[in-house]
């Protein structure tokens, strides 16, 4: 059995953390700015070796108007962030139309563009109901198939919380990516999440386990968060990185499974080394596609082999 690699982006800019002065401090930095010709080198890379990506978009992020992104239907407290991150915000933390332009030109015939929303609304948010965050991925998934012209099938959890993953389903069927198991979502203190950080340098990394929900929507597990900034102990969580990503290309040879890779593209911008070391991890899945023993795919194509 041949393996299977997917890589999936949450793509945002600041829109992920608007209710926290985080997105202020990037920008301050100029993480949204360095990550345009990151970004442009990615998508160059991309195209020169047609390598299927999925890229999980915040549609709010393709309005040049910020009159025109939708927030009636919002908690208050949530509207209020979303306001005000639209009034104070620099165009290159809040808007994506010149990234999404390069997409649309580049890997647009082999590449899938999701929806992560309209407004990066989640499910942990304080409050809010399965109908708001409902009607968030509705309006989402409007906004993008009326800009760039085909079908979205599939769907990335804000902040991989799927508390209302039955209400999304019973409303339209989606690929859905969901955490890992190992993952877990219960609050753990810091000595509990060391000791399971630590079990990662030799752990066998979670092939993506992909079964159909109770609705018919497809659910796609995730594998390895290829991310080691912010927090505590980033050297070693990078050298942790990077062990598991060189573990999984072997676990996939050797087992013939599906592995599922994301990350956010602005990580790629946070240091030179983090846009090195995802290079390196795709060239190596490059090379191994090109020798027939793995396959690059889509969160849509997946789910497709998956039913056929």
């Not at 949204?32 to 999980?56: C, G, I, K, S």
Request: proline share 3%; charged share 25%.
């Amino acid at each position: 059995m041949t393996a299977k690699l997917v890589i999936s982006f949450d793509f945002e800019l600041g829109w992920g953390v608007l209710d926290d002065p985080l997105w202020r401090r990037r920008e301050q930095d100029g993480l949204y700015q360095r990550m345009r010709p990151v970004l442009a080198d990615l998508f160059r890379f991309l195209n020169e070796r047609e390598l299927a990506t999925t890229w999980a978009t915040v549609s709010s992020m393709t309005f040049e108007d910020t009159n025109d992104v939708p927030v009636d239907h919002l908690p208050e407290s949530y509207r209020q962030h979303v306001q005000e991150f639209c009034r104070s915000a620099a165009w290159e933390t809040r808007c994506g139309t010149d990234l999404l332009d390069s997409w649309q030109q580049q890997l647009a015939p082999f590449s899938e563009l999701c929806s992560h929303t309209a407004t990066h609304l989640y499910a942990g948010y304080e409050g809010v109901t399965s109908e708001q965050y409902v009607k968030d991925v509705e309006l989402s998934i409007e906004r993008l198939e009326q800009q760039y012209g085909a079908p979205i099938e599939s769907l990335i959890f804000t902040r991989d919380q799927d508390d209302f993953r039955a209400e999304v389903s019973e409303k339209r069927v989606m690929n859905l990516r969901i955490g890992p198991q190992s993952y877990g979502k219960a609050s753990m203190g810091k000595l509990a999440r060391m000791m399971r950080g630590a079990t990662r340098f030799w752990q066998a990394i979670p092939a993506s386990v992909i079964r159909n929900g109770e609705h018919g929507e497809c659910l796609q597990s995730g594998s390895l968060y290829f991310n080691w900034s912010g927090g505590d102990f980033e050297y070693l969580k990078r050298q942790q990185v990077r062990t598991q990503a060189s573990r999984m290309l072997r676990q996939m040879q050797a087992d013939g499974g599906t592995y599922h890779v994301w990350l956010h593209p602005f990580n790629l911008a946070e240091t030179p080394q983090h846009q090195r070391a995802f290079r390196h991890f795709l060239e190596s899945a490059v090379r191994l596609r090109d020798a027939g023993g793995l396959e690059i795919l889509t969160m849509r194509d997946r789910s497709r082999r998956a039913s056929s």
